[in-house]
């Protein structure tokens, strides 16, 4: 019996960059600190948005840099029938609708749906899928962000499961996978939390149970921008995976010793493992700071 499950689910949009590296990071050691399973999960529920090549090049840029998974790699690409059918139940209750808003309707509503098409009888061929959302706040304790809460009905309003073009939610797709691979802990980037409420009210609509959270900090660059897929964060070089690796630890506080410059990745992952200090992790970093570690 394990009694931790983490996972890593990188999305194949892109490269891997040093945002995704210390997700990965702190999500490995957490779990290996604690003799956990770790698993790898590739999120490709966008084909449109995949860039070819991607997939291979993340597996292997995360070989390099010494992580070593257990159990298969487990594609969304691959479930797309246990999605389907959650969406027909939750049509069939009554808790999802169709809705025919084109995006020209829901221009200047800063993402907040207002709920046009609720009541709306028809069955159209081409819609989304929307859930309905309740007037309640939904709140949790991560472990390195404290308490986030978000009001569902006022700051998110129903959202998109299934999108028009046929393609799942990241929402939807992230909090039933997470369940059937027996995640107890999601350790990941902080652009997600305030994903998370809409998961927490999924897991409780679906009667899953609610895994423990750690949102890494995010890093801001000097101008304000969070360094991601879109900004230019350069992919991670397969040469410089040690001293990446450092720079990663030292991000999350980690404070790892002059002797290992040098040491291979396997040798920084095992020193990572054996002084992990979760406690330690700041809540966020700018560029800069980012840049000394
Ligand atoms: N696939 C998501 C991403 O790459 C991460 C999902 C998650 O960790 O919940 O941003
Ligand atoms: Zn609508």
């Given at each position: 019996m394990t009694a931790y499950v983490g996972r890593f689910a ?13 997700a990965?990071?702190a999500s490995y050691l957490d779990a290996r600190a604690k003799q956990g399973i770790w698993r ?98 939904y709140s949790f304790t991560d472990r390195v962000q404290g308490t986030f809460q ?24 992230v909090v039933?996978d997470d369940a059937?691979q027996g995640v107890t802990d999601i350790v990941r980037g902080a652009?997600l939390l305030?994903s998370t409420p809409r998961q927490l009210y999924l897991q409780e609509?679906?009667?899953l149970s609610q895994p423990r959270y750690l949102h890494v ?35 999350l ?23 992990w200090q979760p406690q330690?992790i700041?809540q ?10």
């Open positions: 990188p999305t194949p949009s892109g490269y891997l960059h040093f945002g995704s590296l210390i990965a990071l790898v999960r590739m999120e490709d529920l966008d084909p449109p948005r995949e860039v070819p090549g991607a997939q291979d090049a993340i597996l292997q840029t995360l070989e390099r840099y010494g992580f070593e998974w257990d159990g298969p790699i487990e594609r969304q690409s691959e479930r797309h029938e246990i999605y389907a059918a959650t969406v027909a139940r939750l049509m069939q209750s009554g808790l999802a609708y169709a809705c025919t808003c084109s995006r020209k309707q829901l221009e200047g509503l800063g993402g907040l749906y207002p709920g046009i098409c609720r009541n709306a009888q028809h069955l159209p061929q081409k819609a989304a899928i929307r859930i309905r959302v309740p007037e309640l706040v978000q009001h569902l009905g006022r700051e998110v309003g129903d959202f998109i499961i299934c999108r028009r073009d046929g393609f799942y939610a990241y929402q939807l797709a039933l059937w652009d305030d609509l679906l009667g900090p995010l890093i801001i660059q000097p101008d304000g921008h969070k360094l991601g897929k879109s900004y230019r964060s350069p992919p991670l070089a397969a040469n410089e995976a040690s001293s990446l690796l450092l720079r990663g630890l030292r991000a506080k980690q404070h790892p010793p002059q002797e290992l410059t040098g040491a291979t990745p396997a040798e920084i992952l095992r020193w990572g493992i054996a002084h330690a700041p966020c970093l700018t560029l800069p700071e980012a840049d000394l570690c």
